[in-house]
């Protein structure tokens, strides 16, 4: 049996494996993002997958990366985050240094067909995958196919414009979704709890340096599961935001169920809960036809990695 390798390019970490035709993770190997990227990154990801062949019978390799890829899946058009790759056609460098053709995957869309395939979303032919980190990805499947829109940027929902003139997103405009239901939001909403309460903010604060600058997320989380009422309302504030932007694209997309990853969703419940509540007091004609259900991601920093590798076959 002909194996697929999988490639997840992230910021710190070239992480790749072996991904048989059931998701599983046979083997693993890993490289240190090269800060410089380019080249440099491009080779870091051939050692990787020439790790892995050594051992292994592979037909086709896989890469996962944040950034607006071609049409035809061969070229990184344009990467935020990482210096150097923009219009790099990385099938064309990676087979001459692999000897194999490489597919060229957003990370986003990878993690929602990992998950639809083989995670939680597995058995449902129409999902939605949110990611939720420092802001909010995303993908869509639609009939069991994942969905890149015309120009391949298809899903990018953390930039729909949810608060006219509200607060300045890192993409340029004002009042996108991520600036109020991403890991980052949870942390302005701590701190203007905190600022608007400070005495009983002592708990939270706590398990920090002392200071609202020192907070973090696993902070607010680690809080909330001990009942921290301050931890609680930041929580309850990104569920009601989040639960609000499921309930606009349930009624553009109609999918059976969302499924919340990033790491946000180490909070479960606490997150999940208020987020199904608040999803029932938004979506127009509640309790007139069926509400998508709303779960938790199960492959973790995995998703990527196996969703890139089965597409790539």
């Not at 239901?181 to 005495?199: C, F, Q, T, W």
Request: proline share 4%.
């Amino acid at each position: 049996m002909a194996f697929s390798i999988g490639v997840d390019v992230g910021g710190t970490k070239v992480l790749g494996g072996v991904v048989d035709v059931n998701g599983k993770v046979l083997a693993h190997a890993r490289r240190d993002t090269p800060r410089q990227g380019g080249r440099a990154l491009t080779q870091a990801i051939a050692d990787v997958a020439l790790e892995l062949m050594k051992d292994f019978d592979v037909s086709t390799v896989g890469i996962s990366a944040a950034g607006f890829i071609s049409a035809d899946r061969k070229t990184m058009l344009a990467t935020p985050n990482i210096a150097d790759w923009n219009g790099v056609n990385l099938n064309e460098e990676l087979s001459e240094l692999i000897g194999l053709p490489a597919v060229i995957e957003n990370d986003a869309n990878a993690a929602a067909w990992g998950e639809a395939k083989f995670g939680a979303g597995r058995g449902e032919s129409q999902v939605i995958l949110l990611t939720i980190g420092t802001g909010i990805g995303g993908g869509i499947i639609i009939n069991g196919a994942l969905h890149r829109g015309a120009y391949g940027i298809a899903a990018e929902f953390g930039h729909m414009r949810v608060v006219p003139e509200g607060h300045l997103c890192g993409c340029g405009e004002r009042g996108c979704f991520e600036q109020y239901a991403s890991g980052n939001a949870l942390l302005r909403h701590a701190r203007e709890a905190i600022n608007a309460s400070p005495d009983v903010a002592r708990n939270l604060l706590s398990l920090g340096d002392g200071t609202v600058a020192g907070l973090t997320g696993k902070h607010i989380t680690e809080a909330a599961r001990t009942g921290d009422p301050v931890a609680l309302a930041a929580f309850n504030t990104t569920a009601q935001w989040l639960g609000a932007g499921i309930a606009s694209l349930s009624v553009l997309l109609d999918p059976a169920c969302v499924i919340i990853g990033g790491g946000v969703i180490d909070a479960g419940e606490i997150l999940l809960g208020p987020t199904r509540q608040a999803l029932e007091n938004y979506l127009p004609y509640a309790g007139k036809h069926p509400s998508p259900r709303i779960i938790a991601a199960e492959l973790g920093n995995e998703a990527g990695l196996v969703g890139v590798a089965d597409l790539a076959r």
